[in-house]
Nanobody
Framework: VQLVESGGGLVQPGGSLRLSCVVS????????IGWIRQAPGKEREGVAC??????????YYTDSTKGRFTVSRDDANNIVYLQMNNLKPDDTAVYYC???????????????????WGQGTQVTVSS
């Protein structure tokens, strides 16, 4: 089981980034995938998640990212995306993707439970 994030970087406030999470070693279509971030000195925070094909890829967002972030997935190529628009300095963090587990294996919730994580990708929003 492997999840690998990419696409982070330095961007000015108001800018955009698209993060990718390439998954392998499991049938990704049957699992929910979450995006979680951790800023220095803060706890991990779920920002978005997308359910499995079995629940129609239902999506959830935390209040601070709703309307700015969009999570999507390409199950044919085992990739999950996080499109981030109108980025703010408070979005600065390491972003992780993770695989849902247990009761959240297919149907995700923000700050659900995860059993496999990527290594993270740094997003820095600064002028």
């Amino acid at each position: 089981v492997q999840l690998v994030e990419s696409g982070g970087g330095l961007v000015q406030p108001g800018g955009s980034l698209r993060l990718s999470c390439v998954v392998s070693g499991f049938a990704s279509a049957n699992y929910s995938i979450g995006w979680i971030r951790q800023a220095p000195g803060k706890e991990r925070e779920g920002v978005a998640c997308i359910g499995s094909v079995g629940v129609g890829h239902r999506r959830y967002y935390t209040d601070s990212t709703k309307g700015r972030f969009t999570v999507s997935r390409d199950d044919a190529n085992n990739i999950v995306y996080l499109q981030m628009n109108n980025l703010k300095p408070d979005d600065t963090a390491v972003y992780y993707c993770a695989r849902g587990r247990g009761v959240f294996r297919e149907r995700c919730v923000i700050n659900g439970e995860y059993d496999a994580w990527g290594q993270g990708t740094q997003v820095t929003v600064s002028s």
